[in-house]
């Protein structure tokens, strides 16, 4: 079983700043089953980020997403208010077919 | 746009089972381009994907081993829905059930069920 880990646990960051959040797997990855969620406090997650690189639809462009093998990168440019919030990473391999980040949290400084 | 909505109950007894239900608009639960999932979050466990049926020419499932033993799914194509039936339930399955579609990444979420094993 592949385990993601995320850090930071927890980013405290003002407005307009830039936030670079961590995911490192146990074993390499196929960056086309790498992906990134938001996730709101009462909400389910949302898609930010698939194919380690893809913005989903409608994902504003100060998210970016890079990586390959064992490191992966979700960068936001400059923090907008809505930003804060629950980041997961997760991928998709096999027996778990899709394992979760322990998420990291980006809150207002 | 996909939609999910999600019913069942909110309380379950210990020993019995957890029934949860997913319906969709906008999608097919029998599309061959996809997989309906279920996955629930809890403090202690995290963000935990527990099974997913797809349709190839005939159904397919797959359930993560934490949970095989005990946990159902199943699709519905004339009511265009899904289920999830978990067995024997204990208190450790105390969460929040969401059911999504996707195939390397979940693209379309439920709204979440807080599901809560107690007596």
Partial sequence: EIVLTQSPGTLSLSPGERATLSCRASQSVSSSYLAWYQQKPGQAPRLLIYGASSR???IPDRFSGSGSGTDFTLTISRLEPEDFALYYCQQYGSS???????GTRVDIK | QV???????GLVKPSQTLSLTCAISG????TNSAAWHWIRQSPSRGLEWLGRTYYRSKWYNDYADSVKSRMTINADTPKNQFSLQLNSVTPEDT??????????QLVFWGQGTLVTVSS
Avoid: E, K, N
Wanted: proline share 10%; glycine share 12%; with cysteine.
């Fill in chain 2, 3 to 9: 939609q999910l909505q999600q019913s069942g109950p």
């Fill in chain 1, 96 to 102: 778990p077919i899709f394992t979760f980040g322990p």
């Fill in chain 2, 95 to 104: 969460a929040v059930y969401y059911c999504a579609r996707g195939w390397y």
């Fill in chain 1, 56 to 58: 989903a639809t409608g």
């Fill in chain 2, 27 to 30: 999608d097919s639960v029998s």
